[in-house]
C-alpha cells in the first residue's frame, strides 16, 4: 500500500487547477444507462471511483471509451455506450466496495423494467442505509423486495407511472436515484425537500440535455415529466466544490496564497464565508478563486447542514485548520454519525480536540507535530494531509487508497505549489 510523506512548514502559493467533482461524476456515469444512445462526458477527473463505476457499467453491457486526453491532461473525456443492458444486477462484490454503484438502481429500473442491487452495507462514516432511495422509487410506481442481502425493484407492466414523493430529511442519493428513474416514466413526477446540492443541479442539467422535462432545478421542488425516450450527449462535469474547499483550507493553514483554477465561487459559499470568518481572504478571479492567510485563524462555530449549509463534507478539513485558530472552535456533524474518525489521527499530532457526540471542541495550539497516522475514510485523508503541511518534521499517511479515490493526483498539485511532499510505495 502506498504511503504520503510530508515535511510541514512551507507557505504553498501558484495556482491550482481544480478537477471535475467526483460525486457529480458518480450520478452523471449511470444517466448513460437511460438511453442507448451515445453519451460522452468530458471534464471527468482520473479517481479510482470514477473507474470503479466504469468497471460497474462495463460489467452492465455498457461500453466505456477515454478518448483524446494526455496522461498529463486534467480531466478525461469518456464515452458510455449503453446500447442494450446484458445485465440488470449490480453484484455485491462491487457495491461492497463503492457505495456510490446504488445510484445505478433507479436508471436501471427505469430502462429494463427490473434492477438487483445488492445492499451496500455500512461504511467508516456511519452505517448509511438506503431506505430513503427505496421509499422514493416506490412513491413512483417501483416495486421493492429485498432478498439475501439485495434489493429487486420492478416496474409494473415494464415502465414506472410516477408519483409524488416528500423527504422526511434530505438525501442527496436518494434524490439522484428518484430523479433519474422519474425521467423517463409514463407521468409526472413531484420529489419535494430534494437535494439541492450542485451536483444535483450537474445531473438534472445533463438530463435535460439528454432530452428530460425538469422544473424547479436548483430548488428543493423538482417537477419531472416524465417522456418516452431519452437520447445521447455530450455533458462537462462540474469543477469539484469539495476539492477546491480541501486546497482552499490548505492555503489558510500554511499562511500561503493559492488560486484555485475552474472552481465556481457560487457553488460554495457557505465554505467561502465560513474561511473569510476565520480570518482568510477570499477573491473571485476571473479563472477562479483565490485564497490567501496570513498564518493567524481565528476559532469558528461551525454546523454541518445540507445544502446551501456548510458541507458534511468539508468538516474534517475544517477541522484541520482549526488546530491553528487563535482560540476553541466548536464543530457540530449533524448529517452522519461517526465523522470524527480523523480526531485521534490528528491528536497523534499534537491536537486538542475533545468530542462529545456528534460536537467536537477544537482547541487551537501553537505547533503540530508530524506523526505517522493512518487515513480511515476519503475526508478525514486530506484532513491528515493537511495537519502534515502545517506540522513540524515528517507526516506519514498510510492508506493512502483513501485519497485516490476523491482527489485526483493530490501530491502532484501540491508539490506544483510549494508543499514538500511525495508518495512511497509500500510494494
Ligand atoms: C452523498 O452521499 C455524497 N456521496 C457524500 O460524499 C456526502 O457526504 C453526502 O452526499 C452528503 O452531502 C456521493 O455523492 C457519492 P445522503 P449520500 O443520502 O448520498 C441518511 C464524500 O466524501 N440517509 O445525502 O450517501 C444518511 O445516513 C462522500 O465525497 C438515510 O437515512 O448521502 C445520512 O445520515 C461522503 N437513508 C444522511 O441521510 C437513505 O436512504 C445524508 O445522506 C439515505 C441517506
Known amino acids: 500500500m502506498d504511503r504520503i510523506l510530508i515535511r510541514g512548514g512551507n507557505r504553498l ?34 479517481l479510482a471511483d470514477v473507474d470503479g463505476f466504469g468497471h460497474l457499467l462495463n460489467q452492465l453491457g455498457a461500453s466505456t471509451s477515454i478518448e483524446g486526453t494526455r496522461p498529463e491532461d486534467f480531466g478525461r473525456v469518456m464515452t458510455i455506450r449503453a446500447g442494450k443492458l446484458t445485465s440488470t444486477e449490480a453484484p455485491y462484490d462491487i457495491v461492497r466496495k463503492m457505495r456510490a454503484s446504488i445510484l445505478v ?100 442539467n445533463c438530463l435535460v440535455a439528454m432530452g428530460a422535462h425538469i422544473d424547479g432545478i436548483g430548488t428543493e421542488r423538482l417537477e419531472i415529466e416524465g417522456v418516452d425516450r431519452l437520447h445521447g450527449a455530450t455533458y462537462a462535469v462540474m469543477p469539484d466544490r469539495i476539492e ?75 477541522m484541520a485548520m482549526l488546530c491553528r485558530a487563535d482560540g476553541a472552535s466548536v464543530l457540530t456533524e449533524t448529517i452522519f454519525e461517526n465523522r470524527y474518525m480523523h480526531v485521534p489521527e490528528l491528536a497523534r499530532m499534537g491536537a486538542d480536540i475533545q468530542v462529545r457526540g456528534r460536537t467536537a471542541v477544537v482547541r487551537g495550539v501553537d505547533h503540530m507535530a508530524g506523526a505517522q497516522v493512518m487515513a480511515t475514510d476519503l475526508r478525514a485523508s486530506m484532513s491528515l494531509i493537511l495537519a502534515g503541511l502545517a506540522a513540524e518534521g515528517e507526516t506519514q499517511v498510510s492508506r493512502v487508497y483513501h485519497l485516490d479515490r476523491g482527489y485526483e493526483r493530490l501530491e502532484e498539485k501540491l508539490q506544483a505549489v510549494g508543499a514538500d511532499i511525495e508518495r512511497a510505495s509500500d510494494g
Open 13 to 46: 502559493s501558484g495556482r491550482l487547477p481544480i478537477s471535475g467533482a467526483k460525486n457529480a461524476a458518480l450520478t452523471l456515469m449511470p444517466c448513460a444507462l437511460l438511453t442507448d444512445e451515445p453519451v460522452t462526458l468530458r471534464n471527468l477527473p482520473r
Open 244 to 318: 477546491a474547499g480541501s486546497y482552499a483550507c490548505a492555503a489558510a493553514i500554511t499562511g500561503g496564497s493559492l488560486e484555485l483554477v475552474g472552481v465556481k465561487a457560487a457553488d460554495m459559499r457557505a465554505t467561502i464565508d465560513a474561511l473569510v470568518e476565520a480570518g482568510v481572504s477570499v477573491a473571485e478571479t476571473k479563472d477562479g478563486i483565490r485564497v490567501s492567510a496570513d498564518g493567524r485563524l481565528r476559532p469558528l462555530t461551525l454546523s454541518t447542514a445540507p445544502y446551501p449549509g456548510f458541507a458534511t463534507d468539508m468538516q474534517a478539513q475544517f
Open 105 to 204: 438502481l433507479g436508471p436501471i429500473l427505469a430502462r429494463a423494467g427490473v434492477a438487483t442491487v445488492s445492499l451496500p452495507g455500512g461504511c467508516a462514516i456511519g452505517n448509511r442505509p438506503i431506505d430513503l432511495h427505496l421509499k422514493a422509487l416506490e412513491a413512483i410506481g417501483a416495486e421493492i423486495e429485498m432478498a439475501a442481502g439485495y434489493v429487486r425493484a420492478s416496474a409494473p407492466g415494464g415502465r414506472l407511472p410516477g408519483g409524488r414523493f416528500s423527504f422526511p430529511i434530505v438525501s442527496v442519493g436518494a434524490t439522484e436515484n428518484v430523479v433519474m428513474a422519474a425521467a423517463t416514466a409514463r407521468g409526472t413526477s413531484v420529489i419535494e425537500n430534494a437535494a439541492r446540492e450542485p451536483e444535483i443541479v450537474d445531473l438534472c
